[in-house]
């Protein structure tokens, strides 16, 4: 599960009372289409991707035969995210542990986001290990990501500008963008 | 879902392992090459894949579920609507998506493109809530770190010049 790359993947796949599952699909629509409950995910800053998904059942061995119905609902996640599973999984329970309750409670065995070495060994504990995994760009953060996406587009803003100024005015507006950006770079 | 001409899909598929093909489907996937040598970086869309094999679903005790039922994961992050992204995999990384997919109950193979897509079709699991933390493609996302990497050295090696070397040395690496 762990590799030198920056990103890395965690997935768990867990059982869920067919009730809370219930509560998940009527409610991640809704959350999806909320940036109140993006944005203090997105805060954490270290999740590339992150999807959490409902398995209620397998397709039919042959054809024409039904759906296989699991014996639980499941719930899975799966995130690509950087460096460290503890580091991640404090965060989530430390910085938003009402959203990790939204999302888990009704998983069988949940202890709750708090204290967080219990939740860490749930979580570890549930990790099936990932067996091959791929990045496209591995040797970025997803904060270097965001960072040089929102610097990309200062860029073009300046390029825009500087196509028709003059040395001098040049050499102040590169100074202002060097200002702006500098966080970003 | 909804989806943004920008916004990656997700795509994750589970499919349940032939009985006995476990330590297959695992050798397989060790041998598959990584990094660069990838086979998905030859599908040049794709953010992220990751592939593992469930070796049995958990009951409400955390026991296996009887019988035991393995199943295959495969989740991958991509630019563009599935089908685009499921011909393009089925082209160039057919034979090894083959090899391992070829353990799973029912897989038709990728040398067939509706049947192929049939099969992601049926075992696929809808992404249900997302964190989404950058909404541009895998091009936008390495051209973007490539002009960072040269802004910043731009920017220490510019130091200095006077307004019109800085000009010119600006318009002579960015601009043209």
């Known amino acids: ?185 | 879902m909804s989806r943004s001409a920008e916004q990656p899909t997700a795509l994750i598929v589970m499919a349940p392992v032939r009985g006995g093909a476990e330590q297959s489907v695992l050798a397989l996937l060790a041998a598959l090459p990584s990094g660069p040598d990838s086979p998905f970086a030859r599908v040049r869309t794709t953010h992220f894949a990751r592939v593992l094999l469930i070796p049995a679903l958990s009951d409400e005790h955390g026991e296996p579920v009887s019988p035991a039922q393995a199943y295959l994961l495969f989740t991958a992050d991509f630019d563009g609507p599935l089908e685009q992204w499921a011909a393009t995999a089925a082209r160039e990384i057919g034979a090894d998506l083959d090899r391992v997919f070829e353990h799973c109950e029912r897989y038709p193979g990728s040398r067939d493109p509706s049947a192929f897509l049939h099969f992601i079709d049926e075992h696929r699991v809808a992404a249900g809530f997302s964190i989404i933390a950058y909404r541009a493609s895998v091009a936008a996302v390495r051209e973007s770190l490539e002009l960072a990497r040269e802004l910043r050295g731009f920017a220490v090696a510019s130091q200095g010049l006077g307004a019109s070397e800085l000009a010119s040395a600006w318009r002579e690496r960015f601009a043209g």
Do not use: K
């Open chain 1, 1 to 185: 599960m762990e590799h030198p790359d920056r990103a890395q993947a965690v997935t768990i796949i867990s059982p869920v009372h067919r009730s809370w599952a219930l509560w998940l699909g009527l409610t991640w629509p809704l959350a999806n289409r909320l940036a109140a409950v993006n944005r203090p995910l997105l805060r954490l800053a270290f999740i590339h991707f992150a999807h959490w998904s409902l398995v209620r059942r397998m397709p039919p061995r042959a054809r024409g035969a039904d759906a296989r119905r699991l014996p639980h609902p499941y719930v899975l996640f799966q995130s690509n995210f950087n460096d460290d599973l503890n580091a991640y999984i404090d965060a989530f329970s430390l910085v938003v542990p009402g959203r990790m309750r939204a999302m888990w409670q009704g998983v069988f065995g949940f202890p709750g986001p708090r204290p967080v070495d219990r939740f860490v060994s749930f979580v570890r504990a549930r990790a099936t290990p990932t067996q091959y995994y791929y990045c496209a760009y591995p040797e970025a953060s997803s904060t270097m990501i965001s960072s040089a996406l929102a610097l990309s587009e200062e860029h073009r803003r300046f390029a825009a500008e500087a196509a028709g100024l003059g040395d001098a005015a040049f050499a102040a507006r590169y100074a202002e963008f060097l200002t702006r950006a500098q966080l970003l770079m």
